[in-house]
């Protein structure tokens, strides 16, 4: 019996009956005892996939967020409203505004929707994360990724005002990972830090323990030829046993993956169960 497992609670797709899939991500991660949420979905369907896979979202010993965008914390109102108090880890720039520029050039707000840091603090202890973190034994999160990778970028027309003039470095992006007895389980939101940065910082927490299994976003569906290139060169040097590439990724980077590395691949629709053994 594995000490800890990974449900996707919330993807893009959904992969059962009642399941419903929605553009976010949301994991529920089960680990010596512990109950958390990594990200919330944009909020819609999140509630009723946790019925549906019957887990109580009523006891949660922590919820952490990836970064601000919406469709990872615009469930975190409802979830903290159906549930007995818990704690929220957040890096502080998630609650500031974000928006996207569109093809046209006008801007979309992709901000938390709903809630700003009081509110939460209303309901929750915050704390704030800049640095990693523990959440419990085997579990930690990175806090900041710190940009090393001369091909990486946040993946998007990102900025921090309206009139997109001050471009978003979305520093607030973070990854969580559990340390298994000889290597790293590593859990991203979008990667805007970028995939390959997340993972050699996880390295560096971990005193360079092999990267054992990849499941997220990667936030790879406008990657240069390039940066896909060297995306896969890295994954290979990195000797990832299993990804599990989903929501941002992008279409045509999963395609890729699935392609360079066969028999490590696995979709993770909504109901996906990962066992993480201790
Ligand atoms: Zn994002
Ligand atoms: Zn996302």
């Not at 390295?203 to 499941?215: A, D, F, Y």
């Amino acid at each position: 019996m594995a000490d800890g497992r990974i449900t996707v609670l919330v993807e893009n797709t959904a992969g059962g009956r009642g399941l419903l899939g929605e553009h976010g991500l949301s994991f529920w991660i089960e680990l010596n005892g512990k109950r958390f949420l990594f990200d919330t979905g944009q909020g819609h369907v999140l509630l009723n996939n946790a019925r549906r896979l019957g887990i109580g979202l009523d006891h949660i010993d922590a919820i952490a967020l990836s970064h601000g965008h919406y469709d990872h914390t615009g469930g975190l109102g409802e979830v903290l409203r159906s549930s007995r108090a818990t704690t929220v880890y957040a890096h502080p720039a998630a609650f500031e505004a974000k928006y996207a520029r569109n093809p046209d050039g006008s801007a979309r707000d992709v901000g938390m929707p709903g809630l700003d840091e009081e509110m939460i603090r209303d309901m929750a202890e915050l704390v704030l994360v800049e640095e990693p973190v523990k959440l419990c034994r085997g579990l930690h999160l990175t806090g900041p990724v710190p940009r090393t990778t001369d091909f990486e970028d946040t993946g998007g027309a990102f900025f921090k005002d309206r009139a997109c003039v001050e471009p978003d470095p979305l520093v607030d992006d973070q990854a969580a990972f559990i340390e298994t007895q000889a290597s790293t389980v590593v859990i991203l939101g979008c990667a805007h830090a970028g995939v390959i940065n997340t993972l050699r910082h996880v390295q560096s927490l971990t005193g360079n323990r092999p990267v054992h299994t990849v499941i997220g976003g990667m936030h790879l569906l406008h990657a240069s030829p390039e940066r896909m290139d060297k995306t896969v060169d890295e994954l290979r040097r990195l000797d990832v046993q299993r990804l599990l590439p989903c929501h941002c990724t992008g279409m045509a980077a999963v395609a890729r993956l699935w392609q360079e590395f066969p028999g490590r691949c696995a979709a993770c629709p909504v109901g996906t169960i990962l066992e993480v053994p201790a």
